[in-house]
Each structure stands twice: as C-alpha cells, then as structure tokens.
C-alpha cells in the first residue's frame, strides 16, 4: 500500500515537471495584455499629459504631476504585498486576477480624462485637479498591482520545469511588447494627426488610452475561455502544504539579490519609458509622432528577442549570462543617449534597437530570477512576487516624483544647435538606467543560482510560434 502511494507521488511529480505545451505557455502570456498596454499609456503619456493639458496653472504642475504619478505608485506598492499575502492563504489565482483585470479596466480612462471631482464640485483649483487625479490614479494602480502578483504567482503553480517557467516569464514578456505595440501604433495614428488647438491636443491624449484599452479588453474577453483553460497543476498541492512564514525568505540572502536585481531591472524600464517622449521631443527636436515611433521600435526588438529567448534550455548560469549581456547593453545605450545631440536625432533610432533587446534580456530573466528563488516553496509565491514588486514599485514612484519635480521648462528648439543641453530628462533617461544595469549586473555576478539544467530542464514540447 506504501508502495502503490508512494509510486503515485512519484508519477504526479514526474507529470509536474514535464514540459509545457503551446497552447498553456500561450494562454498565460496574454493574461497580462491590459496591464501592459496600461502600463505602458502610464508610463509613457501621463507626465506629459498631466503637464501639457491635464494641470493648472503651469507654475505648480510639475510637482502636483509629480505627486499624482507617486500616488498611484504608492497605492500600487502596498497593495502587491498585501495582495500577495491573501494570495498564499486563499489562492484562487484567477479571480483575483479576473476582479483586478476589471478594475483596471473601470478606472484607467478617468486617469486621462477630465477632473470629475473638479466637476462635481464646480472648483478647477490645482488642489482639487491634484486630489482627482491622484485618487483615480491610485483606484487604477490597485487593480493594475491585484492582477500583475496573481499573474506572476501562477507561474510556480503551472509547471515544476525551469525552462518552461522561464517560457512563461518570455511569452509574457513578448505578449506585453504586443500590447505597447498596439499602444504605439493607435498612438501613431492619432498623433500624426493635425491638432490645431489645446483642445484637440487635450482630445488626442484622451482618445489614445481608451481606445488602447476598450480595444485590447475586448481582445482580452475574446482569449477569456483560453485563459481559463490553462490548469493550474500544483494548486491542490498548494493547499495542501503549510503556509511559509515571511522570515523563511528574510534568512535567505537570495531573497535580497533578486530583490535589488528586480528592482533596479524595473527601474531601468519604467523611468526609461517615462522619459523616452519627453527625451525625443524635447531634447532631440524630433516631430511629434516620434513619441510612437521610437517606443515602437524598443518594442518591436524586445518582442523578438523575448520569441527567441523561450527556445533556450536554461540553468541558473544562463540566466546569469543573458542578464548580464543585457545590463552591458543598457550601458551603452545610456551613454549615447546621454551624449546625443539634436541635430543627429536620426542615432536614435539605432540606439531604440539595441534598448529593445536590452530590455527583453534584462525582464526575462530578472524575473525568471524570481521563479528561480520559489523553486518548489509553492505556497510562499505570493510574498515573493507582492513583496518584490513592492521595492520595484515604490523605488520607480520616488525616482519618478525626484525627476519630474525638478524638470525644467525649456523650449526644444534651443536643443538643436551643437551643445547639448544636460537637462533631468537626459540625465533621467541616459545615465540613471545606465548605472542602475551596471548595479544589477554586479549583484547578479554575485548570485549562486541552482543549476536547473537537469531532467526537469527541457525546452518546450512545441516552439512558441511553430
């Protein structure tokens, strides 16, 4: 009888670590599809939306765009790691991620609309804009942090293979650079057309994230049943086993590597996003459809690269390796976009190629890293991901609030002679995201990985876009 359950245990096991097939590994990538077209509208147009149309009067509006940006990065730190803890005691991965996803859904188009409560109350103070803003903004952030931690902590629960947990962490890497690019190319549409006034410019920031999200939500409906199809194999054993105790992490000083890693990887990306309109615009004196064209074209390499990077059979080495070529990459990105002058704009485009793959390398296996630190601690995944992304949040939030509190307002055609002008936005985008790899690429040399290259680690039963 001992015999027959423990052959039972061992062919459950053997089943866990067997590699994912396309159909799973594909109907997890597009599970985070709004929150990355979101992000990205977030990231990319809220400052400049919030400075150039959504705020009054100009003599405060840096810091009150600063504020409401940091508010909804607050909101959002606080609730991954609390969220993360209700995760590990009660699961239900996918309502928790199904209730998030609507929640964005609601509350992003009132982030880039009209203040309601400046509406409802018939005051335009700045105060007033500030606090509606930064409440909607914190509403979204909510949702958008309850459906990134139930995401990420299914991973641990689908598959005990570490090459198909790293193609998971790559297909939804390349499935997030689909939704930007769906972003980028309304974005491109809408604002290559002519606005003759503060209205119609004000119209154009609003139309660009409603339709992104009405048309990506829709898509999102549409792949609901596939998603829901992908079985979580290891949530029964996740109940089963006792919770972890948060300290059982804290003894770990892997625990702290991959935390600083991710959270200096997620810095790269997200105050790079942040600045990278402002930089082309401003900066280098490019047209205005360059705020599409150019974070398109970051999108378009991170997508191939993120396609490419879940053929690879991975161990702790490898990850390692690729992170490492990717921080090197940022590097050098960062010095030439620190240097750049205006008149040679057109480098930019090269320097978008070679960020893209940088991002795509540095994402992938930063956050494969994570997956690497759960092993098999099921039941702790929760605090892992809501804990992690908690510094990752709160770190992006402050560094964002610093920069935009001391941008300058400057006219972009000063930017086009020979001198560079070395504003916060070059600073911002060049030399913090350069230093940050340099950081993480040190920390990561330091890292002692389990080595997954063993039976468990085996490429996918079918590739990504066979």
């Known amino acids: 009888m001992v015999h027959h359950s423990t052959s039972e245990e061992s062919s459950e096991e053997a089943q866990n670590v067997q590699p994912l097939g396309r159909l799973a590994t594909l109907s997890y990538g597009v599970g985070h599809m709004l929150n990355d ?65 609507l929640l964005v859904a609601v509350s992003f188009s009132s982030v880039f609309g009209s203040c309601l409560p400046c509406k409802v109350m018939g005051s335009n103070s700045t105060t007033l804009q500030t606090i509606g803003y930064s409440t909607f903004a914190a509403i979204f952030n909510v949702g958008w942090a309850v459906t990134q931690v139930s995401h990420m902590s299914m991973v641990n629960c689908m598959t005990l293979n570490p090459t198909s947990r790293v193609s998971l962490a790559s297909c939804r890497n390349a499935f997030s650079m689909v939704a930007n690019l769906s972003l980028y190319a309304i974005a491109l549409c809408v604002f290559s057309v002519y606005a003759k006034d503060y209205v119609d410019i004000k119209l154009q920031y609003s139309v660009v994230p409603v339709l992104s999200a009405v048309e990506l939500y829709k898509f999102s409906m549409r ?39 991710y959270m200096l990887t997620r810095l790269v990306a997200n105050v790079s996003q942040a600045l990278l309109a402002s930089y082309v615009t401003k900066e280098l004196g490019m047209g205005r459809s360059s705020k599409a064209s150019v974070p398109a074209i970051i999108y378009i390499c991170s997508f191939l690269v993120s396609v490419v990077l879940q053929e690879i059979r991975w161990s702790g080495l490898r ?83 610093a920069l935009e509190s001391y941008q ?59």
Request: overall charge positive; aromatic content about 12%.
């Open 408 to 466: 300058e307002s400057s006219d972009p055609m000063q930017k086009l002679d020979n001198h560079i002008s070395y504003s916060v936005t070059r600073y911002g985008l060049g030399v913090i995201p350069a230093t940050c790899a340099l950081i993480s690429a040190a920390i990561t040399y330091t890292m002692k990985l389990p080595d997954a290259c063993s039976a468990r680690s085996v490429t996918l039963v079918e590739p990504l876009l066979a």
């Open 319 to 401: 990850l390692k390796i690729f992170f490492t070529a990717g921080a090197i990459l940022w590097i050098f990105s960062g010095a030439g976009v620190f240097v750049l002058p205006g008149r040679m704009h057109n480098l930019m485009y090269p320097l978008s190629v070679i960020i893209g793959a940088a991002n795509a390398l540095m994402m992938v296996t930063g956050i494969s890293m994570e997956s690497m630190l759960v092993g098999e601690d099921l039941n702790g995944s929760g605090f892992v991901y809501g804990s992690l992304s908690f510094v990752d949040k709160l770190s992006c939030g402050l560094a964002l609030y």
């Open 37 to 101: 077209i979101t992000s990205a509208c977030w990231f990319t147009y809220l400052l400049l939306f919030l400075t150039n149309m959504g705020l009054s009067p100009r003599l405060k509006m840096l810091w009150d765009a600063a504020t409401v940006m940091l508010s909804g990065q607050v909101a959002d730190a606080f609730t991954t790691i609390f969220v993360g803890e209700l995760i590990d005691r009660y699961g239900h991965f996918k309502l928790w991620h199904a209730g998030g996803s």
């Open 223 to 261: 792949l609901c049943v596939l998603f829901s199809s992908c079985r979580l194999k290891l949530q029964f054993e996740c109940r089963k086993l006792s919770g972890i105790s948060w300290t059982h992490w804290f003894k770990k000083i892997l625990y702290y590597q991959v935390a600083l890693v």
